[in-house]
């Protein structure tokens, strides 16, 4: 039986800390005449998730004093057009980074979008040749969210060296840069990793034999207690919103794991709202930073 106690991974605190000291650095740099780290992002349509992430990044800029732009585009752009866009911020001096939030309408393919982002410009770390870097250890703009996680593990100092990770989810934006990260030879990496997917046999096998779980599948609360190892860490990446009459927005968000009854059983985990949705903003403000570090 596992006595130690629940603890929580807490991403607000920990992301607080990192645009903090984010925030001192660009005052700094203010100060000696150089300059503030500016992020693009393009809004394609009205999808209600996706504004309130793009409004909370661009709140994220202002509270650190980076420079924002927020471009709002028609649902009914077409991709020839939103190409011509993006290649205008590639060559506008003045930004930094760049960001698209997805997910695009159906008639424009994220894969043609993302490539053409400079890559010296792509602080959501999904243009290929910052995947291919980061899967070589190489410097480069890792993917907001799973690079979040790894700076939310280094904040709390979680022992992952040796450590049997289970990674839920092998999305391009989460779970699979996660699998890697995690079983990189670096600092919070180490670990032997498993990474399952929609086609996996018994997952929760899998899953108790986790010291840590890192659940990206976009199910509210698929992971229960009778899948989870006493004392596992456990991240939760998702965000689902459920239709909840008694809230003013008329739903409430819901992580992959199940938290009422996982809590109890593990040493450390995160709550949802409030653990991986801070540090992934926390993780691009990083990568801006870093952009315009390079640039200048
Ligand atoms: P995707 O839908 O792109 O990927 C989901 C993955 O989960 C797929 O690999 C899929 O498998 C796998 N999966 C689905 N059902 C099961 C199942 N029953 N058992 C095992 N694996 C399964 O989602 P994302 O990676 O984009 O996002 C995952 C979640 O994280 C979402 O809730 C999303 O909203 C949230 N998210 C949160 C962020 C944050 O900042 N906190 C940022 C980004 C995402 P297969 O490949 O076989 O289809």
Redesign the pocket.
Known sequence: MYVCGMQILDGKKAAQTIKDHLKLNVAQAAIEGKKVPHLAAILVGTNGASETYVAAKVKACEEVGFKSTLIRLEDTISEMKLLEEISELNSDPDVDGILIQLPLPKHISDEEVINTIDPDKDVDGFHPASVGRMVQGLPTYIAA?PYGIMLLLEHYKIDTKGKHAVV????N???RPMSVLLSSNSNYGNCTVTI?????KD?KAFCLQADIIVA????PE?VTADMVKEGAVIVD????RVADATKKSGFKLKG?VHYESVAPKCSWITPVPGG??PM?IAALLKNTYRACQMKN
Do not use: M, P
């Open positions: 969210t839920v989810g092998r999305s934006i989460v779970g399952c997917h929609s086609h996996t997952l990206a599948l976009g199910k698929f990446v998702g965000i689902t992959d991986v949705g992934t």
